[in-house]
């Protein structure tokens, strides 16, 4: 593999699974589904914490 | 501490220590006068004081058996000490050689006490003594917390935490000898950085099965980033470290990579040191203890995923620009300028979701020194992002690289962000931990607060002013196309600017040693909960108050 390749490579397969990665993550935060789960995440770290739950 | 573990754990930890010693037996008698001998030596010096506290308390009466039902806070304890303790060595570090440079006697005419010997033990000193001990003490907190679950082991925490201690060490006393790869903030050699693979591999490990064991359903975002800190950092170390050694019974190695790709290599790792040692964790941190400080939820969680992802995925592109104007392909500098510049959109969405979730409780951020210190840590996370997109700018960077502008940028990022943040965590932690309403003072908060904060405005004023001169100074030629300034000039001109820089990291220091006092008091001197007992100073007492739904 020569030099141009790996540069042709990086610049098609780096641009393309990047975006593909932000539209996940995209999809991912905004799933409506999600958002009760989210919302108890950043609440629940709130209560008490004295010892684990069993 | 010891009696915490069962008599089988107790022989555990001694047959590693025993092996541990043997390692350094053997080192020494490879090494003999060599560094490499020197540091085995320290190796069986460290192993065996660790085999006598065991041993010390190995017919103890064992542990009770409900250990499950409550948190494992000792080595949290004991990595907030030695991360206090690493601060006053890291700092005390950073004024010598900065007044080194003001007034260069200082050096005292030996070989150790150079300033390319010193100035490594500085910044192994406060980013991995200070700042990794910080870490791996808030991760073993948050991890605990934020799953609702006891860490995944009893010896590997001590493990983890012990053994990165002996890296650090052998690293710093390595620098004194005059060991070292000259990678910067990658200076260990390959002995030491073999040994902090398997440490970090077990951190990983421990990390990844507390988690498993989690009764929480989500898991908060502060481990992701504690993860990513913690996954990153360990390729980045493997990849870089890649060395053969001249013989297995000396320290001096040689690295796998040549020429403009170990450069490559090395500012990858260098500036993703910075992104996921630097960063990444202490965002973790940012994102705990904030809320928990403020008593308000993150102002948004969605946005505080997006920023996540944005961070791991853009950092890992930024090295480059490290390297601007040198052997390196154009397009590879180009690609670091490029990320560089996107990333301040996940990094100030991090800022800024501190500052908004702080948003209608500036109440509190007056009032409170240690909200305060996550506040002013928050806004020059902001500011140092900013800071650091621009100056990835090739134009840009051609005025600012190699000089002092560069230090003035770190060090608004490490004093004012990093430190900023972690006094703000510990302050948090610290009470909560030794089961106290409070820090024994909120006065020597208050009074830290200001020493940290004039300490570090007076140091980046001084890079900013001293950098930008010299930069100006390098390129300024007369009318017959002549450097109109020598070096020398651009030296001379300088030498305000490095006292009030020492002046700055005194001012610093000293707020650490305040911090010091203040935390030893809080664990020590006011009085416990009744009922307690010496080395258990909080479970009983906290189970028999305070019945858990468990019980």
Request: aromatic letters at 16%; charged letters at 10%; proline letters at 4%.
């Amino acid at each position: 593999m020569d030099h141009d390749t790996l540069v042709a490579f990086s610049k098609s397969w780096g641009l393309f699974y990047l975006i593909a990665f932000a539209i996940g993550v995209c999809v991912y935060a905004f799933w409506p589904s999600n958002r009760k789960m989210f919302d108890d995440a950043k609440k629940n770290i709130l209560d008490r914490d004295d010892t684990p739950w069993q | 501490m010891i009696t915490e573990l069962t008599s089988s754990e107790r022989q555990y930890a001694a047959v590693i220590l025993v092996v541990m010693a043997m390692v350094g037996v053997a080192m020494a008698a490879l090494g003999r006068s060599d560094p490499f001998g020197v540091h085995g030596v320290i190796v069986l010096v460290y192993s065996v004081g660790l085999l006598f506290l065991v041993l010390s308390s190995f017919y103890a009466p064992e542990p009770r058996t409900d250990r499950q039902a409550s948190y494992y806070d000792d080595p949290i304890k004991v990595g907030i000490a030695l991360s206090m303790a690493w601060a006053v060595f890291g700092m005390f570090m950073g004024v010598w050689i900065a007044a080194q440079l003001a007034w260069p006697t200082l050096a005292f005419d030996a070989a150790w006490s150079t300033f390319g010997r010193l100035r490594p033990t500085h910044t192994t000193g406060v980013i991995f003594g200070f700042g990794g001990n910080a870490l791996i003490a808030t991760s073993f907190h948050v991890v605990q917390r934020t799953s609702r679950a006891r860490l995944a082991g009893q010896i590997s925490p001590w493990f983890v935490l012990l053994g990165f201690n002996l890296f650090c060490i052998l690293a710093v006393t390595g620098y004194v000898m005059g060991v070292t790869q000259s990678k910067e903030y990658a200076e260990a050699e390959w002995y030491a950085d073999l040994w902090l693979v398997v440490v970090w591999v077990t951190y990983f490990i421990l990390y990844l099965r507390t988690l498993a064991r989690r009764k929480e359903p989500h898991i908060y975002v502060a481990n992701w980033y504690y993860m990513a800190f913690i996954v990153v950092v360990a390729i980045l170390h493997i990849v870089n470290n890649l060395a053969v050694p001249v013989s297995i019974g000396h320290a001096k190695s040689y690295t796998i990579w040549a020429g403009v790709q170990d450069a490559m290599v090395q500012w990858w790792y260098g500036h993703n040191a910075v992104a996921f040692f630097l960063t990444s964790g202490f965002l973790g941190m940012m994102y705990y203890y904030l809320p928990k400080r403020a008593g308000r939820p993150i102002f948004s969680y969605r946005l505080s995923i997006l920023s996540f992802w944005g961070i791991t995925f853009f950092y890992m592109w930024a090295g480059s620009h490290h390297l601007h104007y040198t052997a390196l392909p154009h397009w590879v500098q180009n690609l670091g300028m490029t990320f560089s510049v996107m990333l301040l959109v996940p990094s100030w969405a991090s800022a800024g979701n501190a500052l908004l979730t702080l948003n209608g409780a500036w109440h509190k951020v007056r009032d409170d020194a240690t909200l305060r210190f996550m506040m002013v840590a928050a806004v020059f996370y902001g500011l140092s992002t900013f800071e650091g997109s621009f100056l990835a700018i090739r134009p840009v960077n051609s005025l600012s690289h190699y000089t002092d502008w560069t230090i003035g940028h770190v060090h608004a990022g490490a004093l004012g962000w990093v430190a900023f943040i972690t006094f703000g965590s510990l302050y948090t932690l610290v009470p909560a931990l030794w089961k106290r309403d409070a820090m024994h003072s909120a006065a020597l908060v208050e009074v830290h607060f200001w020493l940290a904060l004039a300490g570090t405005l007076i140091y980046v004023f001084a890079m900013w002013n001293s950098g930008i001169i010299q930069g100006l100074m390098w390129r300024t030629y007369t009318e017959d196309g002549t450097l109109a300034y020598s070096f020398v000039d651009s030296l001379i001109a300088m030498y305000p600017y490095y006292i009030a820089r020492a002046f700055g990291g005194l001012l610093f220091l000293l707020g650490a040693l305040v911090a010091c006092y203040n935390i030893w008091m809080t664990a020590r001197a006011t009085p416990l909960i009744a009922g307690s007992q010496l080395d258990l100073p909080d479970r009983r007492p906290a189970t028999g108050t305070a019945p858990s739904p468990a019980e």
